[in-house]
């Protein structure tokens, strides 16, 4: 008999108690283990909840809570708090359960090691993919594998948002506006659209996949929020469908751990995950190509991945399999193929002079297009602009960077150039 405790009885506090009380009887024919609900705790219970538990289920304090615990389930979210909640918990030896994203991304290692030391489990399952259970795949099914590269679509807002801007020619801000008055973005938007939630996600995936601790800090992260519909028109048209894409890839005992938009190939599986929904495709080198696809956010999805934790816990007597111990290396300068738009001059001689520069940097295009389509007259020189669009092969990061900046001070090119990397399986 295991007794849970819920710190935060909000979206995801309520989805745990109400499966907790609803599926009890399928846990126990499952596992044979009788898991039990036995206090919650929250700041405020004058709010509505979709799910009401019996009052005698509200704890009084922490150390009441504490006290009727096994297994202490942190849902408040945020970094401080919650790390002091967690910490005592483990210090009680209670086993603690969490979802956490921002805490794990930026103090995985610290609590793991925490957790090793007081002999407690400490699982987090719902901190990435909401109900799909990928911490699993990569800790248990997956890994006898080296892992080459994990893909993922780990944010449904964003998801959400450029899904509009494709299929419906929405505009950036409309289609935000129209996400947060769904729910499917938070008033403020920011960790979502600047692509700081996906790079919490992958963060930790990187470190289960490659078995050490990453440096937040060293993680390249780039939103969505300039992500423009010509940009979008363009990439369709050359076969491509935008997404916001976490990367961690291998390469020569260094990481990549990236949160970029992205282009990937129309046909691909991952560029048909639309909405809200979430998936992470995987290559191992036994395996190869594994997909998860799934509901990636919301109160009976993540709950359902917080309470296979609670499960785990209480079959393997909170015996955690993490390591975290080595730090990995991160590698900043990215391999890979590139998708570039200038605003050009229209007259002889533009396109020859961009791509001397990209051949002095050996990089080399895949294909051009150029479109009879004006982006505005320049007054000065009296001519048009119009979009010119280059893909490469394969190149670095730091190689492109600096042919771009040449690139921009030629006179023939008006406006910032836009670069957007392209990932392929
Ligand atoms: N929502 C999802 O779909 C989802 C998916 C995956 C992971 N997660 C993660 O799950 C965690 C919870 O998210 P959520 O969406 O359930 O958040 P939420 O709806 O805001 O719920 C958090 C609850 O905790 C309460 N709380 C805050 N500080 C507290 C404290 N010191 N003591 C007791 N209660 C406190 C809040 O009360 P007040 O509202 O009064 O502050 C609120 O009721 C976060 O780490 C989040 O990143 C969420």
């Given at each position: 008999m295991y007794r849970v405790g819920i710190v935060g009885y909000g979206t995801v506090g309520s989805g745990v108690a109400e499966l907790l009380i609803k599926n009890k009887d399928v846990i126990k024919e499952k596992t044979g283990i009788d898991i039990s609900l036995n206090a919650v705790l929250d700041k405020d219970w004058t709010r509505e909840r979709p799910f009401n538990i019996d009052d005698n289920l509200r704890a009084n304090s922490f150390e009441d809570l504490l006290d009727k615990s096994d297994i202490v389930v942190e849902l408040i979210g945020g970094v401080n708090i919650a790390k002091d909640i967690i910490e005592k918990a483990m210090e009680n030896k209670k086993h603690v359960v969490s979802a956490n994203k921002h805490l794990l991304a930026l103090h995985g290692k610290e609590l793991i090691e925490k957790a090793y030391k007081y002999g407690v489990g400490f699982e987090f399952e719902a901190s990435v993919g909401g109900g799909i259970p990928i911490i699993k795949a990569l800790k248990?099914?997956?890994?006898?594998n080296r892992i080459n590269y994990i893909h993922g679509i780990l944010n449904g807002t964003t998801n959400y948002i450029l899904t509009r801007m494709l299929d419906?020619?929405?505009d950036f801000d409309i289609a935000l506006k129209e996400a947060q008055s769904l729910g499917y973005a938070e008033q403020d938007p920011t960790f979502d659209i600047e692509g700081i939630d996906a790079a919490h996600k992958i963060t930790i995936l990187a470190s289960i996949a490659y078995g050490g601790h990453i440096n937040f800090k060293d993680v390249y992260i780039e939103g969505i929020s300039n992500i423009n519909l010509l940009d979008v028109e363009l990439g369709r048209e050359l076969g491509y469908t935008i997404k916001l894409l976490a990367v961690a890839k291998s390469t020569n005992n260094e990481l990549e751990v990236r949160v970029h938009p992205a282009f990937i190939k129309s046909q691909e599986q991952m560029s048909k995950v639309s909405g809200v929904y979430n998936a992470i495709l995987i290559d191992g080198d036994f395996v190869g190509k594994t997909l998860l696809y799934g509901k990636g956010a919301g109160s009976k999805p993540t709950a359902s991945a917080v309470v296979s934790d609670i499960v785990d816990i209480a079959k393997h007597s909170g015996r955690s399999f993490l390591a975290f111990n080595k730090s990995l290396k991160i590698n900043k300068n990215f391999y890979t193929r590139y998708y570039i738009r200038f605003e050009v001059?229209?007259?002889?001689?533009v396109l020859a002079s961009i791509t001397n520069v990209f051949a002095k940097y050996g990089i080399s295009i895949a294909s051009v297009l150029q479109k009879e389509?004006?982006?505005?007259?320049?007054?000065?020189?009296?001519s048009l602009i119009v979009p010119l669009v280059i893909l490469t092969h394969k190149a670095y990061e730091l190689d492109v960077s600096k042919a771009i900046e040449e690139i921009k001070n030629l006179s023939v090119v008006k406006e910032k150039p836009v670069l957007i990397r392209l990932e392929e399986e």
């Open positions: 248990e099914g997956l890994v006898a419906d020619g929405m001059e229209d007259k002889i001689g389509m004006v982006c505005k007259v320049a007054k000065k020189e009296n």
